[in-house]
T-cell receptor, first 117, second 110 residues
């Protein structure tokens, strides 16, 4: 399985500012995803990070609010822009490698706990 | 749209007993269904996958069943231990993405 790290692990931010979260994988993977987990809720997929092209966003999420980069097969960033208290959540990146499995089993990073004041 | 429902209430059991968690889904039947464990402050960890043509899958003290007629999966932990306390999530794949249930929090008391 892949080893995934995220930075920062947690942060407290002021309303109106932006935060960029980094996700680093120890091996090349085909698919990387970003999820949000609001307090007491399950995981909601924000977008699929595509290497070399624009991310694919799920309904309810837009690029202006959650710009995503994926410059190579081991790294991605998610920015939470113009934050409000409603953005307080845990943000998780996950990966799976279609060359190794056909079953969409995903491996998750430890998450970034964001609090917006 | 596809929906997944898990027991929303926390499950409290005594150490040594068998915990049974339920996952129900609507609409189409997936080719396979997955179970994850999530500890507080951590990302989910993959536990088991069961395919539509498999009625049962086991891994150590874990057992998963899959009934495509009932559109339901059951997740069992036998001889439960306090270390099994966590939130358990079921997930199914849709178009290359995973859709997660809301999770069931399990608490095993010594």
């Amino acid at each position: 399985s892949a080893v995934i790290s995220q930075k920062p692990s947690r942060d407290i931010c002021q309303r109106g500012t932006s935060l960029t979260i980094q996700c680093q994988v120890d091996s090349q993977v085909t698919m990387m995803f970003w999820y949000r987990q609001q307090p007491g809720q399950s995981l909601t997929l924000i977008a699929t990070a595509n290497q070399g092209s624009e991310a694919t966003y799920e309904s309810g999420f837009v690029i202006d609010k959650f710009p995503i980069s994926r410059p190579n097969l081991t790294f991605s960033t998610l920015t939470v822009s113009n934050m409000s208290p409603e953005d307080s959540s845990i943000y998780l990146c996950s990966v799976y490698d279609r060359t190794r499995t056909s079953t969409d089993t995903q491996y998750f990073g430890p998450g970034t706990r964001l609090t917006v004041l | 749209s596809q929906k997944i429902e898990q027991n929303s209430e926390a499950l409290n059991i005594q150490e040594g007993k068998t915990a049974t968690l339920t996952c129900n889904y609507t609409n189409y039947s997936p080719a396979y269904l997955q179970w994850y464990r999530q500890d507080p402050g951590r990302g989910p960890v993959f536990l088991l996958l069961i395919r539509e043509n498999e009625k049962e899958k086991r891994k150590e003290r874990l057992k998963v069943t899959f009934d495509t007629t009932l559109k339901q999966s059951l997740f069992h932990i036998t001889a439960s231990q306090p270390a099994d306390s966590a939130t358990y999530l079921c997930a199914l794949a849709l178009g290359g993405k995973l859709i997660f249930g809301q999770g069931t929090e399990l608490s095993v008391k010594p």
